[in-house]
């Protein structure tokens, strides 16, 4: 009530204030008329009483102030006329007002924008019913971390467990559902009528939806034992349903009815059951379609294939701490438990191929580290908004100095040292709140580009957005700007020294203790940009030193593509004729030189880690078998065009695909951990393919050639055991079988050319060469290598930038404050340097002494500033590549760049004082 009471107040003082304030001129003009009679009558004549009752009232303006003082709601009105005279004032001086605007729509749209980050991806609960309940299970290895369980161990967890009312797998880009090689790639082709579309796809459990607990807009979701099943057809998953996310059905199928029709995917006639909610996702993987995940049989008995991820709901009242102790006694005797045999996850891995299992909530998992960086752009963006108040404080200083005269004058007239602090904030509120506003209007731009430029780079990215949140968050900070710049005249008090003030008039001030403050503020800027030039330096090198990395291969001249040929007509021993007749026509296309096929491509890859057979190699347990983190599968002239370079042997070669005998290449890595200081050539390999695993009888493979390591994770990851294996080699069946699954293609491939045409110009070409192979399938991800790398490098590229944008904007400022603080230094000391240069001081003198003063300021900051780095480097130094928080070279040549600009900002006003003519200053005088 007491709200809507102010509130009330409010419009009523609204209402009535101009007929106050018409009631109020008339009483006190009524007062004054009646005393001049009387004083009239006492033989005074017309002036002299009117002047005697105008006295004996305290002045009419006096009286009105404190008439408005004693009303109710008289805050407000002395708020509005602050506020009008603050406007009047403001555009009087408008270079001060387009500084002071144009500083404060940096800093706060900075602030804002980063805010919107912080609160979209950090602030803000997922997505989901009682989100902090939900907790994703990963594995861990003493050699790197795994992020996938096995599904016996999925399957184990899911029944021993007390703590979670749900637990469900999900995968994207594996190959749960066996068969071939290369597995899935976590898309699938979508006929939505007469066009294919490419959609992003997870597979799922039922469990794992109800442990989301997600409902659906439409339709249903899978029911009980829907998801387990596999499909009658082998290697495709489970049965032929699916479920649309909202906004593919809103944009592939334009919101025409779909539940319970069937559409085609991969080639495959699915029964649509149900629709998502909107803005519905899992992992930020921006899911379009679901599908069940069917678990093949083969893949249920693997405790090797790591190849499911979990999520789980704790029930009501269990802390994640209790869910987590509960998990330690399972890994104690896990073993026990699920009386399992062979590869179990135990509390204390200690050797390569043991593993952990850690319990992880699932907005941690999502933003990974993130967070950090995250934190991070929104402390440098403070810092920039520090830095801008503090200009703007002394902005507000160098003013208040020229306004000592009126506010004097002000005071003479009954205005109170806190009525002139109050006039002096509602200015600088008035230029905040408008700061705040251009700047909220940049945010939203500058949010919006980033999203588009880094779509990828930065966790729920799609979910940013101006919200009342960050509206309130403007708000708040520009008042909060305004108040803090909008109060620096205080600590000025001289300007209500009346006598003084009013004697001095226009004459030098020559105190150097007036500057005192101005200097601190300037010194401040100057240290607070050292800090972030320093930081985003540091940065900048790191992102330099990532394209420098030798990759492994020639990332030049190169365009991919991928492309998904149906599941369904064709099988594995068809797909692998299919990919080459369309390399084949590639590679008479003009301007293509060379090109190939691969099933994945390099920077971005997830370690697989097959366990794998070695001849001649024996593990600390005594078996021949080595973990290999990558199995690249390929097609013909797959080094040639990548550009890797083989450095023993050969590499695949037409005669490999007429030979009985299998063979593969391996990359440095792999040969140094099987077979160190000995001739890999001729040696064998049990290769570990899904479709064998589990018989008796793994296929051997030779290895005929040693490949250059290549950077499969990214180039700031370690390089893993790679193998590479030929698809167009036929080989023996397995085990009698029908068809020998080596040879067998994965569905989606990427296509490499070697060519000196950009993407966008062979773009129609090759869509008629993809038409001309199969008319369903469309092109993804059609674009130069360069863009593949860019992309595995857009998080740190995007703090680098950033930052670096940041660090300018404070330099800038820092280097206008210097600039600012001795040009007005210089104008106060006219009189002094003028005597100065009449008694025969010279100019080159003159311009020393300036530079002297701006050179102490900007010293004393560099040293803060390098203090202040010094010790906050260290909290981003993960973040760092190939350079060290304390890299001497980054400080040295940060430190000489400010130096030498701030050198340039004091150059100018220390030459004008030089050029001053004694005689115009001390006849002024």
């Not at 109170?416 to 939203?444: D, F, K, M, N, P």
């Not at 001095?504 to 240290?527: F, K, Q, Y």
């Not at 600390?620 to 797959?638: K, L, R, W």
Request: charge should be positive; proline fraction near 5%.
């Amino acid at each position: 009530m007491t709200l809507l009471h102010r509130l009330a107040s409010i419009l009523r003082w609204i209402v009535r204030r101009n007929r106050a304030e018409r009631d109020l001129n008339d009483e006190l003009e009524t007062f004054v008329e009646m005393a001049s009679a009387d004083r009239m009558r006492e033989g005074a004549n017309a002036a002299d009483a009117r002047r005697a009752a105008v006295l004996h009232l305290g002045g009419i303006e006096q009286a009105k102030e404190r008439v408005r003082s004693a009303r109710h709601g008289a805050w407000l009105d002395a708020l509005a006329r602050d506020l009008r005279y603050g406007v009047r004032t403001l555009r009087r001086s408008r270079l001060f007002t387009a500084v002071a605007l144009v500083t404060l729509t940096l800093g706060i749209g900075a602030n804002t924008a980063i805010f919107s980050i912080v609160n979209g991806v950090i602030l803000q609960p997922l997505g989901y019913d009682a989100p902090e309940q939900l907790m994703r299970l990963t594995a861990h290895y003493p050699s790197g971390q795994g992020y996938r369980l096995s599904a016996p161990e999925y399957l184990e967890f899911r029944e021993m467990n007390r703590s979670f009312a749900a637990v469900g797998a999900f995968a994207i880009g594996d190959g749960v559902a066996g068969g071939g090689s290369g597995g899935w790639a976590g898309a699938v082709n979508l006929m939505a009528g007469d066009r294919p579309v490419r959609a992003r796809c997870t597979l799922v459990d039922e469990h794992l939806l109800a442990a989301l607990g997600v409902q659906p807009a439409q339709g249903r979701l899978f029911a009980a034992g829907e998801t387990d099943a596999m499909s009658s057809r082998p290697g495709v998953g489970g049965p032929p349903v699916a479920i649309l996310s909202h906004e593919l059905w809103q944009s592939a199928l334009g919101r025409r009815p779909i539940v319970g029709q069937t559409v085609l995917v991969d080639g495959r006639p699915h029964d649509i059951i149900g629709i998502m909610p909107p803005r519905f996702d899992l992992m930020d993987n921006r899911t379009e379609i679901w599908l069940p995940i069917g678990l093949h049989p083969v893949i249920r008995r693997l405790r090797d294939s790591h190849v499911v991820q979990v999520i789980g709901r704790l029930k009501d009242g269990v802390t994640p701490q209790a869910a987590d102790a509960e998990l330690s006694t399972f890994l104690d005797n896990w073993r026990e438990r699920a009386g399992a045999q062979g590869h179990v996850p135990t509390a204390h891995p200690s050797r390569p191929d043991d593993h952990t299992l850690r319990l992880q909530p699932l907005q941690d998992a999502i933003l990974g580290n993130a967070r950090r960086v995250i934190w991070m752009l929104q402390a440098a963006a403070a810092l920039v908004l520090l830095i801008a108040c503090a200009n703007l404080a002394s902005l507000v200083l160098a003013r208040a100095e020229s306004r000592r005269r009126e506010f004097a004058l002000r005071a003479t007239l009954g205005a109170s040292r806190g009525r002139l602090i109050q006039q002096t904030i509602a200015e600088g509120v008035l230029l905040s709140l408008a700061g705040g506003a251009i700047g909220l209007w940049v945010a939203r731009t500058g949010v919006r580009a980033l999203v588009l430029a880094y779509p990828t780079s930065l966790p729920r990215a799609s979910e940013l957005t101006i919200d009342p949140s960050v509206l309130l968050f403007t708000l708040v900070m520009s008042v909060a700007t305004g108040l803090l710049f909008g109060v620096a005249p205080v600590v000025q008090s001289r300007f209500v020294d009346l006598m003084n003030t009013i004697k001095e008039g226009h004459r030098d001030g020559g105190n150097p203790g007036r500057h005192s403050v101005r200097r601190a503020l300037v010194i401040a800027e100057v240290a607070l940009a050292v800090m972030l030039v320093v930081a985003s330096g540091l940065l900048l090198r790191t992102v330099y030193n990532l394209t420098r990395v030798d990759a492994g291969f020639d990332r030049s001249r190169m365009v991919t593509f991928s492309m998904t040929l149906p599941r369904s007509g064709t099988e594995g021993g068809q797909r692998a004729p299919a990919f080459q007749r369309l390399l084949d026509t590639l590679r008479q296309t003009p301007g293509v030189q060379a090109a190939t096929a691969m099933s994945d491509l390099p920077f971005n890859r997830l370690a697989q880690r097959y366990d794998t057979g070695a001849e001649n190699y024996t593990n600390a347990e005594g078996q021949p078998v080595s973990i290999v983190e990558y199995y690249q599968f390929v097609m013909s002239d797959y080094f040639e065009t990548m550009g890797i370079p083989i450095l023993a042997g050969r590499g695949f070669e037409a005669i490999d695909t007429a030979s009985e005998g299998r063979v593969v290449v391996i990359n440095e890595t792999l040969a140094s951990r099987l077979w160190k200081g000995r001739d890999p050539i001729g040696q064998r390999l049990r290769v570990n393919l899904a479709a064998s695993i589990g018989t008796s009888n793994n296929p051997w493979h030779t290895v005929i050639g040693v490949a250059k390591d290549v950077k499969e994770a990214g180039v700031d990851r370690d390089t893993g055991a790679e193998l590479y294996l030929f698809i167009d080699q036929p080989g023996p069946p397995i085990d009698g079988t029908a068809r020998p699954w080596v040879t067998t293609a994965p569905p989606t491939m990427h296509i490499v050319l070697r060519t000196n045409l950009p993407a966008a110009a062979l773009a129609q070409t090759l869509e008629r060469s993809v038409r001309a192979v199969n008319p369903s399938v469309p092109i993804v991800g059609l674009r130069e290598m360069d863009r593949v790398f860019d992309q595995s490098i857009g998080r740190p590229r995007l703090l680098a930038q950033l930052l670096g944008a940041f660090a300018g904007l404070a330099l800038l400022v820092a280097v206008l404050g210097v600039y600012g603080v001795l040009s007005f230094m210089v104008a106060e000391r006219r009189r002094e340097i003028g005597i100065r240069l009449a008694i025969g001081a010279t100019r080159v003198g003159i311009v020393a002494l300036v530079m002297k003063q701006g050179l102490v300021i900007t010293a004393i900051g560099l040293i803060a500033g390098l203090a202040g780095a010094l010790s906050l480097n260290r909290a981003f130094a993960s973040l760092l590549f190939g350079v060290e928080p304390t890299d001497p070279g980054t400080l040295a040549a940060v430190m000489t760049v400010i130096a030498m600009v701030a050198a340039v900002a004091c150059a100018l006003p220390a030459w004008r004082a030089s050029r001053l003519d004694p005689n115009d200053v001390l006849r002024v005088g």
